[in-house]
């Protein structure tokens, strides 16, 4: 029976490889600009693995507000992987999160379906919010020489520093105005089409609040993950730019790019990425954005797809099949 189970695991990781392949949205020709930079790599991989690490160590906090079984990091870490594994191979955006939630209640069965939801939705909000956080504070810094390349990267920066002053003033509602929302969003709870969202969201502000003790780690930890994935994706990048690629301006830019991919257009950003960084990079004089995108998108996908390692190495109670996976869906 193990050896069964073992030959489905690897049937169904090569399967959804080979349809991620065959499918055209993974490109191996872009490889052979790649291995002409070996150390380039290296430090990407690296950036990569220690920016999951990062994730799962937030993640961890997170989760141990309510976990009454400690996992380890490294099995933490495993089931992060695999998530992000089957993110990038499976329709819908919050697939390879499911997967991970199936891990995770399988260690603690007290964890309830709705927390582990919020956990996913709580642990997004701080990796947004520190994303926005860090675009805006270096739109600050290099304002005025970024808004002498168009009108049209001005009105960019400009909204930079309106969701900036956003998430600032969200987060001193967490710890000086949290009835705030409920006040608000209590006259509309009379819509009909309403009734059944408000509470939801005013739930999930619950929760949020209820880690404001754990914000300042929570956000040191995600500004530290997403400054080195910018610095990952410049340093890989950087020699291949047409056009002047400076650091501090890549702090400025390629955050943008990464808030449109949170953006579940598509999986992993692939076909949207292209067309952003495109049109974001062309603003400061960058004529291939795209296929500096590319150059990420095959690292990054290159590293997810490593998750298939610990998933056909990791036992678990149940198989995870695409039908299971559908039905999850449809209940979210």
């Not at 920016?51 to 089931?79: C, D, E, G, H, M």
């Not at 309106?162 to 949290?178: K, P």
């Not at 995108?293 to 109670?317: C, D, E």
């Amino acid at each position: 029976m193990n050896a069964l189970k073992t030959i489905f695991k690897f049937t169904f990781a090569f399967a959804l490889i080979y349809w991620l392949v065959s499918s055209g949205k993974l490109d191996f020709n872009i490889f052979k600009e790649v291995l002409q930079h070996p150390f380039k790599l290296a430090f990407a991989g690296v950036g990569l693995f220690l920016t999951l690490f990062v994730v799962n160590f937030r993640y961890s906090i997170i989760l141990a507000s309510r976990a009454q079984v400690k996992i380890p990091l490294l099995k933490l870490f495993r089931y992060n992987w695999i998530g992000v594994f089957f993110n990038s191979v499976l329709p819908g955006s919050v697939s390879g999160d499911l997967v991970k939630i199936f891990y995770i209640k399988n260690e603690d069965k007290t964890l309830t379906t709705k927390f582990m939801l919020a956990s996913i939705f709580i642990d997004r909000i701080f990796g947004l919010s520190a994303l926005i956080v860090l675009l805006g504070t270096f739109s600050i810094f290099n304002y005025t020489e970024l808004t002498s390349y168009s009108p049209d990267i001005k009105k960019l920066l400009d909204l930079n520093l309106l969701l900036f002053a956003s998430v600032i003033f969200a987060f001193c509602g967490v710890y000086f105005f949290q009835s705030l929302p409920h006040r608000i969003l209590q006259p509309l709870m009379k819509f009909s089409f309403l009734k059944k969202v408000l509470p939801k969201l005013l739930k999930l502000w619950d929760e949020l609040c209820s880690f404001k003790d754990k914000i300042f780690i929570l956000m040191s930890l995600s500004f530290f993950l997403q400054a080195l994935s910018v610095i990952t994706f410049w340093f890989l990048t950087e020699s291949f730019a047409v056009g002047e690629f400076p650091i501090t301006y890549a702090l400025s830019i390629i955050p943008i790019g990464f808030v449109a991919l949170a953006i579940p257009i598509a999986p992993s950003g692939l076909g949207v990425g292209h067309a952003v960084f495109h049109t974001l990079l062309g603003f400061i004089g960058i004529s291939n954005g795209a296929d500096l995108f590319n150059i990420y998108f095959f690292v990054m996908i290159s590293f997810n797809l490593l998750g298939a390692i610990p998933y056909l190495l990791t036992k678990s109670k149940k198989q995870i099949s695409f039908q299971n996976l559908d039905v999850r869906n449809e209940e979210i």
